[in-house]
């Protein structure tokens, strides 16, 4: 098993930065990424971006594309979520997830960190 713990969440005002990390632990070699989600009261869970662990490819969603910047840290097996110029609808539960490869390209997320809380007021 993967366990991931994240932290960093809290209040910021629109226009401001947050960053999130995402620590891994236990069987990190089944890993092959690292994704990020979040989920606002009321919506699906969404996409936020993700990143290999190998490489450090990234890929993001439209909606943070240009603001929010994924890095990892492997000696540390850790995942950062950089977000600047925050917006009220920034506003939900982030949760990361580790990531195996399927055939067809895309990632299985198997494990779950238990997501943190961020606020953006306007």
């Known amino acids: 098993q993967v366990q991931l713990v994240e932290s960093g969440g809290g209040l910021a005002q629109a226009g401001g930065s947050l960053r999130l990390s995402c620590a891994a632990s236990?069987?990190?070699?089944?890993?092959?990424?690292m994704g990020w989600f979040r989920q606002a009261p009321g919506k699906e869970r969404e996409f936020v971006g993700n990143i290999r662990w190998s490489g450090g490819s990234t890929s993001y969603a439209d909606s943070v594309k240009g603001r929010f910047t994924i890095s990892r840290d492997n000696a540390k097996n850790t995942v950062y979520l950089q977000m600047n110029s925050l917006k009220p609808e920034d506003t939900a539960v982030y949760y990361c997830?580790?990531?195996?490869?399927?055939?067809?390209?895309?990632?299985?997320?198997?494990?779950w960190g238990q997501g943190t809380q961020v606020t953006v007021s306007s």
């Open positions: 997830a580790s990531g195996r490869d399927l055939p067809d390209g895309s990632y299985e997320y198997d494990y």
């Open positions: 236990g069987r990190t070699f089944s890993s092959n990424a």
